[in-house]
């Protein structure tokens, strides 16, 4: 069982950073992908970014791409996701999730396991 709590979120202005945190418990965290997604009001649930178990490789949506950065921490038990540059469209709340999974299949299918989410909110 693994259980996940983000936070970091906030309102910032356009053309700034925010830096979420996911903290997890459970022994598998290092072994698991990870990812991050985000629900805008009145949207699906979209996929932001995603680290496979050793950070080695990481895939972004195309709407994110050299803006946002995903790190992960086993040590810690924690993943990151470092947003610059934001912007009034990356509004939302944003979604940890974590599976026993590829990068490419948590991307597609999203987690086994979710956070409750962090609001995240850019005003123009």
């Known amino acids: 069982q693994v259980q996940l709590v983000e936070s970091g979120g906030g309102l910032v202005q356009a053309g700034g950073s925010l830096r979420l945190s996911c903290a997890a418990s459970?022994?598998?965290?290092?072994?698991?992908?990870m990812g991050w997604f985000r629900q805008a009001p009145g949207k699906e649930r979209e996929f932001v970014a995603t680290i496979n178990w050793n950070g080695g490789i990481v895939y972004y949506a195309d709407s994110v791409k050299g803006r946002f950065t995903i790190s992960r921490d086993n040590a810690k038990n924690t993943v990151y996701l470092q947003m610059n540059s934001l912007k009034p469209e990356d509004t939302g709340v944003y979604y940890c999730?974590?599976?026993?999974?590829?990068?490419?299949?948590?991307?597609?299918?999203?987690?086994?396991?979710w956070g409750r989410g962090t609001q995240v909110t850019v005003s123009s």
């Open positions: 999730s974590a599976g026993p999974y590829t990068n490419v299949m948590l991307r597609t299918r999203g987690g086994d396991y």
């Open positions: 459970g022994r598998t965290f290092s072994t698991y992908a």
